[in-house]
C-alpha cells in the first residue's frame, strides 16, 4: 500500500497506528488486518472513503453485539440467528448501490407522507 493511502486513512480516522519514539507509524496486526479490509472495500467493492468508514463503524457494533451475546451462556441458537441476521444486513450493506457523481439536487427524492 502506498505510503500516502497509509496517510489519508490516517487523516480521516480509518485506522490510527501507534508511533515509535522517533514518530514512525507502528502498524500492528490488527491496523494490517483493517488496512486489507479498507483496501477490499475500496478496490473490489468500489466504496468512497465514507462508505468505509459507515461499514467499519457498523461491523464494529456488530462485532461488540456478537460478544456479548457469546458472554451469555446457553444462548446459541439466539447466537446462530443473530449472526444469520447481521451476516445477511452486512451483505446488503457491502452491495448497497453508491451514490454517482451527480449532486443531490439531481436524486429522486421520496414524498412526505
Partial sequence: MHPQTLRKYERVGLVIPSRSIGMLRLYSIE??????????MVDNL?????????ALNFLSRMMGLMEKI????????????????LEGILGELVNMPQPDSRGAEELPRRESQ
Fill in 46 to 54: 468500489g466504496m468512497n472513503l465514507a462508505g468505509v468508514e459507515f
Fill in 70 to 85: 457469546q458472554a451469555t451462556s446457553g444462548a446459541d441458537a439466539l447466537l446462530r440467528f443473530v449472526v444469520e441476521e
Fill in 31 to 40: 491496523d494490517i488486518v483493517r488496512l486489507r479490509l479498507i483496501k477490499h
